[in-house]
């Protein structure tokens, strides 16, 4: 019973991210130069930072974010254990559901702390831009 319950949820996540992401990331790879080095590799594959830390959360935010995560995590190691994927698949979903996380604790902030997030993010882009100029430069 709980497995039905799960199979259609699980189906419509997957054609989505089959239709969206899969697409998206072939594009991104086919188009890297040859010449990427290893730590700009690395760097790709490492998690991002945590937009979040910091901050002071109430008890309902901590709750709420609390059960994100366990969801989350839950719904991971579901496709993680699941042999019918490949691992681009269970890539894509991995990262398809941690980009919902994200979106789910955004929702859980005041506006202050989304603002807060908001520069947060300009920041480590721009830092980003800057770095990739450096590194141009240097060429």
């Not at 989505?16 to 899969?22: D, I, R």
């Not at 709420?64 to 995560?69: C, N």
């Not at 991971?76 to 490949?86: C, G, W």
């Amino acid at each position: 019973m709980i497995n039905r319950r799960f199979a259609k949820p699980m189906s419509v996540a997957t054609a989505f991210l089959v239709l969206y992401a899969v697409p998206a990331l072939s594009r991104v790879q086919s188009s890297a130069p040859a010449s990427v080095s290893a730590p700009a590799q690395a760097k790709k594959n490492s998690p991002p930072p945590d937009d979040f830390a910091g901050f002071d959360y109430t008890e309902e935010q901590k709750t709420e974010i609390d059960q994100i995560h366990k969801d989350t995590k839950s719904r991971i190691e579901v496709v993680a254990k699941d042999q019918k994927l490949t691992a681009d698949q269970k890539d894509a979903m991995i990262l398809g559901y941690s980009r919902m996380e994200y979106g789910q604790i955004y929702k859980v902030l005041t506006p202050e702390q989304r603002r807060h997030v908001q520069q947060r993010i300009r920041a480590r882009r721009a830092d980003e831009e800057a770095a990739k100029k450096k590194q141009v430069s240097r060429k």
